[in-house]
């Protein structure tokens, strides 16, 4: 009895200090070979949607400030989307040329998109009573594209939750290892239901969140799934654009702004298409040579690009973004060698050019012809085989003593949004230092 009091004593502080542990255990971490294969994809849809469309303002900042919050939390009693088809949204993002998608599951106001057992407050109780996240799942399959959940860590509308509208004070009666619970019961809904690929959390800059909560959630997902992939806001307060050994999460996640080229850790710039994440009438629109330049502004950081579209509270998304969506795609039909399964670098992407390469192809995407000549950074001990745009003509060049090369472009160039030419070297591209 008493080796037995012994041994508990020793043991306990561990017991404890696994229970409270706000860091992960490293084999447990996503492996590698996953994030290459999440990386070779490069562009996916973000999906921001729900009742507040209804109203066409933000999702995350407009509940308690221009709509009021009793207004906003009833919206979903009207939110009923009779014209949402699963299949036409997943199809724009295939015709895009993206390989993957990801769905406000929950986004900061509370309101579900699944019908989850653990909250009211979800699809099922609209009239339209239809699983958006499952037909979305089963769509993405179809289509054979990846399939992944945005869910953030705060939730305004449940009372367990400390805080309760945006910038409140923490409320004293709410319970958040309560809020734990119902948040990993969801949780393990999604990941069991629907097999996401990838999960994308947000919301964990609000005080009452912690990197206990989150090593614990890592953790328990990992046991659900091993392979899923988990973006770097599940951390407490995590610097979103960087990624570190101690961060709880798998990539980085720039938001707005591309992303700095970086060849050592994982990253992903979300994006909107307009200006809004949620669906606003008549947003300003990116032009196609904006939407072209910042997936390869992004590419040549070697980055994915995770672009934002808000569909409409009647359920379709908006032709002229669906078309832009499809120009965007109809480019990578000609020049999706030059983004996918590549690397960025070794130069730093800038107005005029950006840099992408895969095996001994150095692939050199030229934005505008500011002369006729476009000289690039030296890099040392490399040789240049032959240059020719990609998909067309040879293209002259000069390579001096100290590796700098220089281009001799078209009269015109061929693609007034990005022109692509291939310089074959002598070596593998993918080991080029970057060049600063
Ligand atoms: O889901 C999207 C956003 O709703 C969510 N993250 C992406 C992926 C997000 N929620 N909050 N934030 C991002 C940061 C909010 C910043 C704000 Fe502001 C500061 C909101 C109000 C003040 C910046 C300035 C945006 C509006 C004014």
Redesign the pocket.
């Known amino acids: 009895m008493k080796y037995f009091f012994n041994l508990l004593i020793l043991f306990l502080p561990f017991c404890q200090l696994k229970a409270q542990s706000s860091s992960i255990d490293p084999s447990i971490k996503t492996s590698k070979a996953l994030m290459d294969d999440f990386m070779d994809q490069r562009f996916g849809m ?1 999906i ?1 949607w729900g009742p507040v469309t209804l109203r066409g303002t ?4 407009s509940r308690g400030t221009s709509v009021p919050t009793e207004d906003y939390d009833n919206l979903y009693k009207e939110f009923n989307p009779v014209l949402f088809d699963a299949n036409a949204w997943v199809k724009a993002a295939k015709e895009a040329g993206m390989k993957y998608l990801t769905i ?1 599951a929950k ?2 106001d509370g309101f579900c998109l699944w019908p989850t057992k653990v909250s009211n407050y979800n699809i099922m109780n609209s009239p339209y009573k239809k699983d958006i996240v499952g037909e979305l799942a089963r769509a993405c399959k179809k289509y054979d594209i990846k399939f992944c959940i ?1 869910f ?1 860590v705060l939730d305004w509308h449940d009372p367990d939750y400390p805080i309760h509208i ?1 910038g409140s004070k923490a409320d004293p009666n709410a319970n958040m290892d309560k809020f734990v619970i119902t948040m990993k019961s969801e949780l393990q809904e999604l990941v069991t239901n629907y097999h996401p690929y990838m999960l994308w959390f ?2 964990n800059w609000e005080s009452p969140w912690k990197n206990e909560y989150a090593a614990n959630i890592y953790t328990f997902l990992k046991k659900l799934d091993p392979n899923v992939i988990i973006n770097n806001r599940l951390g407490a307060n995590d610097n979103h654009p960087t990624l570190t050994h101690e961060t709880i999460g798998d990539f980085a996640t720039p ?1 707005q702004r591309i992303g700095e080229l970086n060849m050592k850790t994982p990253w992903e710039t ?1 994006m909107t298409i307009c200006n809004q ?1 949620a669906w606003k009438p008549n947003d300003t629109m990116k032009t196609l040579k904006q939407c072209i330049q910042t997936l390869v502004k992004t590419a040549g950081g070697n980055g994915n690009l995770l672009f ?1 579209v808000g569909p409409m509270p009647d359920g379709r998304m908006e032709e002229r973004q669906v078309k832009r969506l499809k120009e965007m795609g109809d480019w990578l039909k000609i020049y999706g060698e030059s983004v996918y399964g590549t690397k960025g670098g070794p130069f730093k992407p800038n107005e005029a050019f950006a840099a992408t390469r895969k095996g001994n192809k150095l692939y050199v995407h030229i934005f505008e012809k500011k002369s006729n000549t476009l000289t690039l950074p030296a890099i040392a001990n490399v040789k240049v085989k032959q240059a020719y745009l990609l998909k067309g003509d040879k293209i002259n060049y000069n390579q001096d003593t100290d590796g700098a090369v220089t281009l001799q472009l078209p009269g015109q160039l061929p693609d007034s949004n990005d022109s692509v030419i291939v310089l074959e070297l002598t070596t593998n591209a993918e080991t080029i230092p970057v060049v600063s």
């Open positions: 973000f921001h933000e999702i995350g900042w406000t986004h900061h945005y953030t945006s947000d919301g938001e979300c994440w934002n």
